[in-house]
Every structure is written in structure tokens, then in C-alpha cells.
């Protein structure tokens, strides 16, 4: 069957199964995986696929004869995709504004919260930035900082030079550094 055929097209307006199964078989695929990039989540780009198909048949009756279903349906799938995107941005922009008033109607009253939550905040950044090391990285600076191990037992331990230690702790720090930069604007203005 030719997908930009009259034949394809006249079986589609007239809602002949085997043409929309046809259709379905050929893009569905390919389109989810577009979406898929578009939207970086599989489950809504599924529903964005369907979601195009379903309209399709819903609009059978208006396609027009000279209709080519490829284009069509990428281009309905990509127009999907940008309203999934604005949906999403309008609903966190919501999510965001509602933890903003919270924040500022209940958190702000209580300093004690505020600080509890913003001890938390940075306890959860810390140990992101810890998780993004290098494994061996990750292990000698989780051994020396949060065991209190000396360079000496970490080697021994772990069965590598004192200078290896050494050196991951280097870059552990620098990496850390970076990783952690806006943090120490946070503990400066936290001091004021």
C-alpha cells in the first residue's frame, strides 16, 4: 500500500480498518521515538502518539485527497509535543508558585524551619555533589572525610599508594569546588 497514495488517503476517509492499521504499523514507531526526543519522557510521548492517531481518525472525513500521511502525522506529533511542553511549563510554573507561597506563609515564620530546611537543602547538595565523583574518587574522600580515615589507612585498606590517595583527594576537592562553588555565597549571606 502506498502511504501518499489516493488509494491510502480514500481508505482513510472512509475509515477502512486495514488503511489505519496500516498507517499505525508504518509510524508508530518512528513517531514515538521523535516524540520521545522531543519530550525526554517515554510515557508521554506514547500518549502524544496515540493521541495524534486518535485525531486522525477523528478528522478522517477532512483529509484531502492530495494529503501526504507522513508529513501529516510528524507535523501533528511535533505541534503535540510543543503543547505538552507548554502544558508542562505552565503546570511547574504553578507547582513553583504554590511552594513559593507556602514558603513564604508558613517556612519565613518560623526561623527554625527555615533553617532546618535550608540545613537539609544544603546536606542534599553536598552529597550530589559527593555522588557525581568518580567511584575510586568517591570511595577515598567518603573514607577519609565521613570515616575520619587517615591517607595511611585509606592505602592500606584499599590496597594503593599513599600518593594515589592523595592525589584523589586533590581531586575530589577541586571537583567539589567547582560542583559546590554557590555555596559558599550561601554561607557567607547566611553569616550576615
Given at each position: 500500500m502506498d502511504d501518499n497514495g489516493k488509494h491510502l488517503i480514500a481508505g482513510?476517509?472512509?475509515g477502512k480498518e486495514e488503511a489505519f492499521a496500516y498507517v499505525f504499523r508504518l509510524y508508530y514507531g518512528p513517531l514515538l521515538n521523535?516524540?520521545?526526543r522531543i519530550l525526554k519522557d517515554t510515557e508521554l510521548a506514547n500518549d502524544v502518539v496515540q493521541e495524534c492517531f486518535c485525531k486522525l481518525?477523528?478528522?478522517r472525513k477532512e483529509l484531502k485527497e492530495e494529503l501526504e500521511v507522513r508529513p501529516y502525522l510528524y507535523k501533528s506529533v511535533y505541534n503535540s509535543c510543543m503543547d505538552a511542553?507548554?502544558?508542562q511549563k505552565v503546570r511547574d510554573n504553578y507547582i513553583n508558585q504554590e511552594l513559593l507561597d507556602f514558603y513564604?506563609?508558613?517556612v519565613i515564620e518560623t526561623p527554625e524551619a527555615e533553617q532546618a530546611l535550608l540545613e537539609e537543602d544544603l546536606r542534599g547538595a553536598?552529597?550530589?555533589a559527593i555522588d557525581k565523583l568518580p567511584e575510586r574518587c568517591r570511595e577515598i574522600f567518603v573514607l577519609s572525610k565521613m570515616e575520619g580515615l587517615s591517607n595511611k589507612q585509606i592505602s592500606e585498606q584499599l590496597n594503593i599508594s599513599i600518593k594515589t590517595v592523595e592525589a584523589q583527594m586533590t581531586t575530589a576537592f577541586v571537583r567539589l569546588r567547582k560542583e559546590l562553588g554557590w555555596l559558599l555565597c550561601i554561607i557567607?549571606?547566611?553569616n550576615f
Open positions: 482513510l476517509r472512509r521523535y516524540a520521545g481518525y477523528e478528522r511542553i507548554k502544558h513564604f506563609s508558613k553536598i552529597q550530589d557567607l549571606f547566611q
